[in-house]
């Protein structure tokens, strides 16, 4: 499976957007998929992941409240939409799958990344 990310951009503080997950080659219909962010000079860090059936979410601590995972198994595809954007979510933004029922906010268990999708979030 291959995993194309898109919809990052330059957004002022306290604006919203989605980002996109578009998945080819196989159905992620079964996977868990994740979000992750990388911001310059820093590691990279969880921001949410879902379930195969939308049923478990889970978020990092820093954006729960704010970043929403949702996903559209008919289309192959996972979002994440993102309101109430602040400078410090600025970053490169990552889609990941699982192959596990469970959600997961560890690397490690994500086996197949999507290229990144700049978000700049201006104050």
């Known amino acids: 499976v291959q995993l194309q990310a898109s919809g990052g951009g330059l957004v002022q503080a306290g604006g919203s957007l989605r980002l996109s997950c578009v998945a080819s080659?196989?159905?992620?219909?079964?996977?868990?998929m994740g979000w992750f962010r990388q911001a310059p000079g820093k590691e990279r860090e969880f921001v949410g992941s879902i379930s195969w059936n939308s049923a478990y979410l889970k978020y990092g601590d820093s954006v729960k409240g704010r970043f929403i995972c949702s996903r559209d198994n008919a289309k192959n595809t996972v979002y994440l939409q993102m309101d109430s954007l602040k400078p410090e979510d600025t970053a490169v933004y990552y889609c990941?799958?699982?192959?596990?029922?469970?959600?997961?906010?560890?690397?490690?268990?994500?086996?197949?990344w999507g290229q990144g999708t700049l978000v700049t979030v201006s104050s």
């Open positions: 080659g196989d159905t992620i219909s079964s996977y868990v």
């Open positions: 990941a799958t699982a192959r596990r029922l469970l959600t997961s906010k560890y690397e490690v268990d994500y086996n197949v």
